[in-house]
C-alpha cells in the first residue's frame, strides 16, 4: 500500500513536540529565582561574631552592616566610607521604613568604629539597631 502525500504530511506532523509549555515553564522559573534572589541580603564581607548565650533571632532585617577586623564597613556588597554611613541608611531605610539594622562586628573590629556606625543608624532615623553575634 501506498500512502498519499497528504496522510504522509499528517503523520510527520503528528510526530513532532510542541515545546510552547515547557519553555513557558522555564520562563516562569527563571522570573521566580530572579525575583527571591533579590531578596537576599548580604553586607559584603565575612566577619568572626562574638559568641553570645542570649542571643534572639532577628525579623524584618532589611540593613546588614559588617565592620571588618581592619576596620573596613561594608553595606550591600559595597566598602563604605565612615562619613558615608549615615546617608546610605537613610536611603535603604527609605526603601523600607519597617526593616531594621543589623551590625555584624568582626571579635578584632574596634569598638569605637561598632559605636560610630550605631550612632550613624540612630542619627538616620533607625532605633531598631542590634549587634549580631553567634550562639554558645
Given at each position: 500500500m501506498?500512502?498519499?502525500?497528504r496522510?504522509?504530511?499528517?503523520?510527520?506532523?503528528?510526530?513532532?513536540i510542541d515545546l510552547t509549555p515547557m519553555l513557558?515553564?522555564?520562563?516562569?522559573?527563571l522570573i521566580f529565582f530572579i525575583v527571591?534572589?533579590?531578596?537576599?541580603?548580604e553586607a559584603g564581607i565575612?566577619?568572626?561574631?562574638?559568641?553570645?548565650?542570649?542571643a534572639d533571632q532577628k525579623k524584618n532585617v532589611?540593613?546588614?552592616?559588617?565592620?571588618?577586623?581592619?576596620?573596613?564597613?561594608?553595606i550591600d556588597n559595597r566598602r563604605i566610607d565612615q562619613r558615608a554611613v549615615r546617608s546610605v541608611i537613610e536611603r535603604m531605610h527609605a526603601e523600607n521604613?519597617?526593616?531594621?539594622?543589623?551590625?555584624q562586628a568582626d571579635n578584632e573590629s574596634s569598638t569605637e568604629t561598632v559605636v560610630s556606625?550605631?550612632?550613624?543608624?540612630r542619627s538616620a532615623g533607625v532605633y531598631d539597631v542590634s549587634l549580631a553575634t553567634e550562639n554558645d
Open positions: 501506498r500512502r498519499n502525500g496522510n504522509a504530511a499528517a503523520d510527520e506532523d503528528a510526530s513532532e513557558d515553564v522555564v520562563f516562569i522559573m527571591t534572589a533579590s531578596f537576599i541580603k565575612e566577619v568572626n561574631r562574638p559568641e553570645a548565650s542570649t532589611n540593613i546588614l552592616v559588617a565592620v571588618s577586623a581592619t576596620n573596613e564597613i561594608w521604613p519597617k526593616g531594621a539594622v543589623v551590625v556606625v550605631i550612632d550613624s543608624a
